[in-house]
């Protein structure tokens, strides 16, 4: 074997190690996301009965961004130690009435009469 294929074949075993540390960095991110999501889904089933924590499931389903608003705050709530007991489904529907008075949207309709006025139909 000549330098060069010595060369040649060193570079191609750092592109390899390279690539497969690449690779178990993202292994080590999946596996810590993995972990994190464990301990959130372990933390609600405690702080949760059942029925709450299928609420909960249906709404992250059908409202993500408000879903993840309200497991948010149960999960700092149950951090910080502010749930004493499990919360019920009514509980929790108490939460949910309380975040939407606080995030209620209100929609206006302005309807401009000049403009309509301009396009009649009696031409």
Known sequence: MS?????A????RMEE??????TSSNNDNEKA???????????LKQALEQA???RLNNLLVAKPDKGRIVENMILQM?????IPRKL???????MLDR???RTQKTTTVKFDRRRAAIDSDSE
């Open 17 to 22: 190690l390279k690539a497969g540390n690449a």
């Open 99 to 101: 975040i939407s008075e």
């Open 9 to 12: 074949i060193r570079a191609k």
């Open 88 to 94: 019920s489904d009514d509980d929790l529907k108490k």
């Open 78 to 82: 149950a951090r910080g130690g502010q």
């Open 3 to 7: 330098s060069d294929d010595l060369a």
């Open 33 to 43: 996301n993995e972990q994190q999501e464990l301990m959130k889904n372990t933390i």
């Open 52 to 54: 709450a924590l299928a």
